[in-house]
């Protein structure tokens, strides 16, 4: 079974620049997720979509962050303008259709991008 | 709000050694459990989990024990080896919802 793909796998920016990342879920998979990963943290939640409509975005920084997923299946995650403490690993994962009252415990995580902002 | 507070690393062990990686949290409610590894260069992987107080979660050698009473999911693994030195991050999940919360990781090396 193919995994959680992402690109590119590194990308080094200026501040102000702008960035986008990409990922390809688990075939078949309805629940996709994009984590901020700062060094020395553990993932965050940025945003998580159903399908193509997002469940939750409230750690979102929606002044410079934006991701959408057409189609339902790939998504793509934008930061526009970059600023230095958004330098972090961007980490994809997917999951089978999450469900009101049902636990998915199972989330697939891609290689993630890492991206430094100078 | 819902938290996971792991021991600070690295924790550097010889191969063979008795692991211990603490793992507390805070939530409402019963949140379901996780340990996820990261091994260098890919991505993270479950590595057990438990869905209730008392469950013992285990895999690869690893177990851990969901521990309501001290709110814990310490992860042991008798004997480790070279091949476990990786970062591995605690994780909740609270029933009803399908976020999972991380801990901040803990780094381990292990050497000949």
């Known amino acids: 079974e193919a995994g959680v793909a992402q690109s590119p796998r590194y990308k080094i920016i200026e501040k102000r620049q702008s960035v986008a990342f990409w990922c390809n879920p688990i075939?078949?998979?309805?629940?996709l997720y994009w984590y901020q990963q700062i060094l020395g943290q553990g993932p965050k939640l940025l945003i998580q979509?159903?399908?193509?409509?997002?469940?939750?975005d409230s750690q979102l920084p929606k002044d410079r962050f934006s991701a959408e997923r057409l189609k339902g299946v790939d998504s793509t995650l934008k930061i526009q303008p970059a600023k230095l403490e958004d330098s972090a690993v961007y980490l994809c994962?997917?999951?089978?259709?999450?469900?009101?009252?049902?636990?998915?415990?199972?989330?697939?995580f891609g290689s993630g991008t890492q991206l430094s902002v100078l | 709000g819902d938290s996971v507070t792991q021991m600070e690393g690295p924790v550097t062990l010889s191969e063979e050694a008795f692991l211990t990686i603490n793992c507390t949290y805070t939530?409402?409610?019963?949140?379901?459990l996780f340990w996820y590894v990261q091994y260098p260069g890919e991505g993270l992987q479950l590595l057990l989990k438990?869905?209730?107080?008392?469950d013992k979660g285990s895999n690869k050698g690893f177990e851990a024990t969901y521990r309501k009473e001290t709110t814990s999911f310490h992860l042991e693994k008798g004997s480790v080896q070279v091949s476990d030195s990786a970062v591995y991050f605690c994780?909740?999940?609270?029933?009803?919802?399908?976020?999972?919360?991380f801990g901040a990781g803990t780094r381990l090396a292990v050497h000949p």
């Open positions: 994962a997917s999951s089978t259709l999450y469900r009101e009252g049902q636990m998915r415990e199972k989330l697939f």
């Open positions: 075939s078949g998979h309805a629940t």
């Open positions: 979509f159903q399908n193509n409509g997002v469940v939750d």
């Open positions: 939530a409402t409610g019963y949140p379901s």
């Open positions: 438990a869905t209730k107080a008392d």
């Open positions: 994780a909740l999940l609270r029933g009803g919802y399908n976020k999972l919360i």
